[in-house]
C-alpha cells in the first residue's frame, strides 16, 4: 500500500514540476512514508529521519513530508516536535496536505486552483511516476484503505482507521492508465481485500469489481491480497476458477494453529474452519498456490501451542508462509492487557523451527515444475538474469541476451528451489 501511495505522490509531484531524483541531497521535498506494522519498520523511520536532520539544518528551505501509519488518521503533534524541520504531516494514503502545500508556495494562483482539482488523489489520474512508465510491468492499486476488524496485535484500524472503498469508477480508471503507461499485471490491494464494497451498497463486490477490471484491453494478470479466513466468498473464488487473467494465487492468514491462541488474537474463526477453507480453495481453484502468514510467540503461547501451529503448516503443506516474531505495538488490546511473556530467544527459535520447515515444503512443491513448461511474466534483468513469476505466483530466473521486459513467455523449468526457480526458454 505503502508503495502504490508513494507512487501517487511522486506522480503529483511531477505535475508541480518536479523531477525525480535518486540522492536525498540533491532534493527539494523528500517525502518519507512510513509503516509502523513492527517495531523494525518504526525504527527504520525514525533512523532515516535522524539522517534527514542535518539536510534540514543547512537548508532551511528543503520541503520534509511525513505520511503513512506514524502519522496515523489523528495525527503525531509529538513526532514534529521531535523533528521540528518536517514541514508537512498527512495520514496514509493522503497526498493532500503536501499539494495543498506546495500549490501555496507558488504565486501562480490561477494555476493553483487548477492543479489542486487534478491532484484529488482518489480520482484516478494518478498511477506511476514518469521514471516508472514503461518500466514497471507488475504495479499496485489500493481498492479500500483501514480495517474494522481490530485484531488484538494490529495497529491498523487505529492508524489507518475503519475501512473505506475507493469508488470502483476510480480504481477502473487508474486501473486503464496504468496499462497505458506499460503495466502488464495488477495487484488489488486491501487490509481485508475480501470486504471490498461491504461499506457501500452501490459498489460491487470485490469479485464483481475484478470481473470488470478483467475487461481492460491490455492488462495480462489480476492478483489481490490481502484475504480473511472469514471474508473469502465462493463468488471470489469462482472469479478467480473461471477469468483467465485472474491469477491462481490466494493469500489467506491463519496467523497461529491453536484455537486458544486464535481467539486471543481476536482472528474470529477456528483452526478447523481454517482447514476447509484450505479444502474448499483447492476444490474450486486446482493448481492453486496458497501463502498464509504466522506469527510466532504471541503472549502466552505454549510449547504446546506453539506445536499446533507446527503441526497444522505440516498437514496443510502451503506454498508460502510468512513468518513474524511477535511485537507490541503500542495501543494494540494484546500490549495493553497481554503481557509480552515469551522470550526473544525463545521466539527466534520457534521462527527458526517453521522457517525449516517451511523451506523443505515450499522445495518439494516447486520440484514439481521441473520439465514442465509455463508461462512467464518478466519484469525485470538482475545480475544478468531475467526474473519473472508464474501464474502461481513463483519466482523464475532465465538467461537471455534479449529484452524480455513485459514479455508473457512459456518457460521450461530446469531446476526449483524453495524460493525461486531457473529455466530455459522454450
Not at 517525502?31 to 527504520?44: F, G, I, K, P
Request: charged fraction near 30%; include cysteine.
Amino acid at each position: 500500500m505503502n508503495v502504490a501511495d508513494s507512487r501517487r505522490a511522486a506522480s503529483a509531484l511531477e505535475r508541480f514540476g518536479y523531477e525525480h531524483t535518486p540522492r536525498a541531497d540533491d532534493a527539494d521535498v523528500i517525502v518519507l512514508n512510513t509503516c509502523m506494522v513492527r517495531q523494525s519498520a518504526e525504527d527504520r523511520a525514525y533512523g532515516r529521519l535522524n539522517g534527514l536532520r542535518p539536510l534540514a539544518t543547512n537548508n532551511p528551505n528543503l520541503v520534509v513530508a511525513v505520511m503513512g501509519c506514524m502519522i496515523g488518521v489523528k495525527g503525531n503533534e509529538a513526532l514534529k516536535e521531535r523533528f521540528p524541520f518536517i514541514k508537512i504531516v498527512s495520514a496514509p494514503s493522503d497526498i493532500r496536505p503536501l499539494v495543498e502545500y506546495l500549490a501555496a508556495q507558488t504565486d501562480h494562483q490561477e494555476e493553483n486552483a487548477r492543479t489542486d482539482e487534478r491532484f484529488a488523489w482518489m480520482d484516478g489520474e494518478l498511477a506511476l511516476p514518469s521514471y516508472e512508465q514503461n518500466q514497471l510491468v507488475s504495479g499496485f492499486i489500493t481498492v479500500m484503505d483501514g480495517c474494522s476488524h481490530a485484531c488484538a496485535y494490529c495497529i491498523i484500524p487505529s492508524k489507518r482507521g475503519g475501512e473505506k472503498s475507493r469508488p470502483p469508477e476510480h480504481i477502473l480508471s487508474e486501473a486503464r492508465l496504468m496499462v497505458e503507461q506499460g503495466v502488464k499485471e495488477i495487484i488489488f490491494l486491501g487490509q481485508i481485500v475480501d470486504r471490498y464494497g461491504r461499506d457501500n451498497p452501490d459498489y460491487p463486490s470485490l469479485a464483481g469489481l475484478l470481473r470488470q477490471v478483467h475487461e481492460i484491453e491490455g492488462l495480462e494478470r489480476i492478483r489481490f491480497l490481502t484475504s480473511h479466513p472469514n471474508q473469502m466468498s465462493n463468488d471470489l473464488l469462482d472469479a478467480v476458477a473461471e477469468l483467465p487473467k485472474l491469477m491462481p494465487h490466494i493469500e489467506v492468514p491463519n496467523q497461529a494453529g491453536d484455537d486458544e491462541v486464535l481467539a486471543n488474537m481476536r482472528r474470529g474463526y477456528t483452526v478447523e474452519e481454517y482447514r476447509q477453507l484450505i479444502q474448499r480453495i483447492r476444490q474450486r481453484i486446482p493448481g492453486v498456490s496458497i501463502a498464509t502468514d504466522i506469527i510466532v510467540g504471541f503472549p502466552g503461547e505454549t510449547e504446546e501451542q506453539f506445536q499446533h501451529t507446527y503441526d497444522l503448516l505440516a498437514e496443510l503443506r502451503l506454498d508460502v508462509a510468512h513468518l513474524a516474531r511477535y511485537s507490541p505495538r503500542t495501543g494494540t488490546l494484546s500490549e495493553r492487557k497481554m503481557p509480552d511473556d515469551v522470550p526473544d530467544e525463545e521466539k527466534w527459535r520457534r521462527f527458526r523451527l517453521l522457517e525449516e520447515l517451511q523451506e523443505g515444503i515450499s522445495t518439494e512443491i516447486n520440484a514439481r515444475y521441473i520439465d514442465q513448461t509455463v508461462d512467464v511474466l518478466f519484469e525485470e534483468k538482475k545480475k544478468g538474469r531475467w526474473r519473472g513469476r508464474t501464474p502461481t505466483y513463483k519466482l523464475v530466473f532465465v538467461e537471455s541476451d534479449e529484452d524480455l521486459r513485459g514479455s508473457l513467455l512459456p518457460v521450461k523449468i530446469t531446476w526449483a528451489g524453495p524460493w525461486s526457480m531457473r529455466g530455459e526458454l522454450v
